[in-house]
Antibody, heavy 119, light 107 residues
Framework: EVQLVESGGGLVQPGRSLRLSCAAS????????MHWVRQAPGKGLEWVSG????????GYADSVKGRFTISRDNAKNSLYLQMNSLRAEDTALYYC????????????WGQGTMVTVSS | EIVLTQSPGTLSLSPGERATLSCRAS???????LAWYQQKPGQAPRLLIY???SRATGIPDRFSGSGSGTDFTLTISRLEPEDFAVYYC????????FGQGTKLEIK
């Protein structure tokens, strides 16, 4: 079964750091670009960051540029998001998503991990 | 950054009716890189349409997408009870961005 499972969320104080992980299974991980998308409580979807299959191409939303770092370990079938200098507005459910090889839309999503930034 | 604006914000219809959802981009989007997603409460989004008009695997043919340039449409021909949800458009040709969503509710 093709699956993405996020972990690493939790309650963190403003200004602190957190690292999210996404474990992939059921497909050849290093064939696919991967993304992080977040959703604040009661709000819409916001793309956060994406990384190509070989980490050669990386992009960030302006709202997280300079604070968040995306990475992947193809040997471990894992995607990561290092989040530094967290703010209250980073509070959200964070999804990892797979980008289809041929048409690049996000065809597989995890169930998300919740990040709450609060003192 | 390409901004996507969806309308209406909320659409109230009855099962069996036709739903038409709009997505307008602040600048031209390659049709190859326009997608639609459905999200139900407590669930992750599900890919419905990619490339503006191609249905994803397992998506019923009552869902169809159309449009080009800056104007795109998702049409649900005859609403089933399970279709009431929030729908998002997405462009992934120039970085990536989502519309704010259209909530399709039962009238």
């Amino acid at each position: 079964e093709v699956q993405l499972v996020e972990s690493g969320g939790g309650l963190v104080q403003p200004g602190r750091s957190l690292r999210l992980s996404c474990a992939a299974s059921g497909f050849t991980f290093d064939d696919y670009a991967m993304h992080w998308v977040r959703q604040a409580p009661g709000k819409g979807l916001e793309w956060v960051s994406g990384i190509s299959w070989n980490s050669g191409s990386i992009g960030y939303a302006d709202s997280v540029k300079g604070r968040f770092t995306i990475s992947r370990d193809n040997a471990k079938n894992s995607l990561y998001l290092q989040m530094n200098s967290l703010r209250a507005e980073d509070t959200a459910l964070y999804y990892c998503a797979r980008a289809d090889r041929s048409q690049a839309a996000f065809d597989i999503w995890g169930q998300g991990t919740m990040v709450t930034v609060s003192s | 950054e390409i901004v996507l604006t969806q309308s209406p914000g909320t659409l109230s219809l009855s099962p069996g009716e036709r739903a038409t959802l709009s997505c307008r981009a602040s600048q031209s989007v390659s049709s190859s890189y326009l997608a639609w997603y459905q999200q139900k409460p407590g669930q992750a989004p599900r890919l419905l349409i990619y490339g503006a008009s191609s249905r994803a695997t397992g998506i019923p043919d009552r869902f169809s997408g159309s449009g080009s340039g800056t104007d795109f449409t998702l049409t649900i021909s005859r609403l089933e009870p399970e279709d009431f949800a929030v729908y998002y458009c997405q462009q992934y040709g120039s970085s990536c961005s989502f519309g704010q969503g259209t909530k399709l509710e039962i009238k």
